[in-house]
């Protein structure tokens, strides 16, 4: 089983934090400009968030930017790329004001543990069309229907391993057929390392993402038996830090309403099929329009919110691993997610 981040993941936020604030790192905003009457700051600020990379699931915060969303807020923003495990530290110390992320075990041992991090908006959803989800290799069913008990006893890859919010729609999946998941063995893996893997035998099963599913499909090696989320739940979310949770609010209120407004704007629809938008996201992500199109466009919310029971839910699932929370009292819903954010974007 792959559980190396659990007990040590606050640690190595505290260790990574420390190291943060000696290192030439990108400054976060220092506060100052309040909202204007117009919605806008009364200042033009300058804002840093880290995103994991240019790819369709970060595709948010990259075309508020380029569709200058961010600018009409009066909004200079500046996306580092950056691991995750490189950009929480500098988010909790204020080094960078945001991350565009996914939820995991370590954000949530961090804020047990006390960190200045909250959830403040969702991002993308996975459309029911989807390629991307929970993949089985053929010659595990050779033949047969799914059945999860197939799992039992077989490694099952996600680029996570067990600590991301995929493990909830695959440890839903398991439980509808009796398994554990101490049944099975989960390993660490990319995403474009598992396809391969999936074909020739060395894993049962896998997290795939878009547009890696085509060439699964295409060569009858996997198939698909599940989505990767539950339905309504987001694939990614937004995470401020100190520097706007608590220094200047009234630029993160903006930050949010000006991606609701891209969400609203431009993202919806069919909008990979779209020539002009697709135009303008492969250009950003610096990627072929053809590839884009090969995967579904995403679904983004007109109106900002996470899902009932989002954070239990996470919990719950987590601890079915006994050694990845590193805490013992529940978090609160509040304790994680921040919602003053998306009620003022959803108002303005």
Known sequence: MNRQRGRGALAVVAGLA???????????????????????????????IAIPGKQLPILAPIMAKAWKKFDERNLDVTIETLASDEAFPLLATGKLDGIWTGPSVGLFNAVAGGADVRMVSPGNYL??????????????LNGREFEPSMLRGKKFASSQGNTGTSMVAFSQLLESGGVGVDEVEIVTMSASDAVP????????GAIVQEP?????????SAVRVSP?????????????????????????????????????????????????????????LEQPVETLQQSTSD?????????????ATHEQVWRQWPDLLTYDEPLTTEQVIDTQFMDWANEH
């Open 127 to 140: 459309s029911e069309e989807s390629g991307g989800g929970i993949w089985v290799s053929s010659a595990l």
């Open 18 to 48: 420390m190291f943060a604030v000696g290192c030439g790192s990108p400054e976060a905003s220092g506060g100052g400009a309040t909202i204007g009457d117009d919605g806008k700051l009364t200042e033009r600020t300058e804002l840093t």
């Open 197 to 204: 893997a999936l074909e020739n035998g060395s894993i049962s």
């Open 228 to 284: 990767q989320f539950p339905d309504g739940w987001n694939n990614t979310t937004l995470l401020f830090g100190p520097s706007l949770l608590r220094d200047n609010p009234d630029a993160g209120k903006v930050f949010v309403a000006a991606l609701r407004s891209t969400f609203v704007d431009k993202l919806q629809g069919d909008y990979l099929a779209d020539p002009e938008r697709v135009a303008d996201i492969a250009e950003q």
């Open 212 to 220: 890696l599913d085509v060439a699964l499909e295409k060569n009858n």
């Open 299 to 311: 679904l983004y919310p007109t109106e900002l919110s996470f899902p009932d029971e989002y954070v």
